[in-house]
């Protein structure tokens, strides 16, 4: 991932952070979000937000997000969580293929 889409990440939190006053993940999400879409487009990837996904176990998830191919096949999942009482969250993409 190039350096300048995560600058820009982290400058878009830092102003998510200052302007809500917030550290939720249903807040701070959006910027990821947006890193994953900016990420994807350089890849001729598009970006699904609550991506279903059948689990190893056969169970069904909902993803936050995934990028997909136009073939529709993923390429990669996210999700951030945030350990409780931690004040810190932690994005993921998930490698599928």
């Not at 300048?4 to 959006?30: A, C, F, H, M, P």
């Not at 001729?44 to 169970?59: G, N, W």
């Not at 136009?70 to 293929?97: H, K, M, Q, W």
Request: proline letters at 2%; aromatic letters at 6%.
């Amino acid at each position: 991932m190039s350096q300048l889409l995560i600058n820009d990440y982290l400058k878009q939190l830092d102003v998510i952070r200052k302007v809500s006053g917030s550290q939720r993940e249903t807040i701070v999400r959006e910027a990821f979000k947006d890193l994953l879409k900016a990420w994807g487009r350089q890849h001729d990837l598009v970006f699904l937000a609550e991506y279903p996904v059948k689990t190893a176990a056969k169970t069904s998830i909902a993803v936050d997000g995934a990028l997909l191919h136009e073939l529709r096949l993923a390429v990669a999942s996210s999700g951030c969580t945030a350990p409780s009482g931690s004040g810190t969250f932690r994005c993921r993409i998930l490698r599928l293929r």
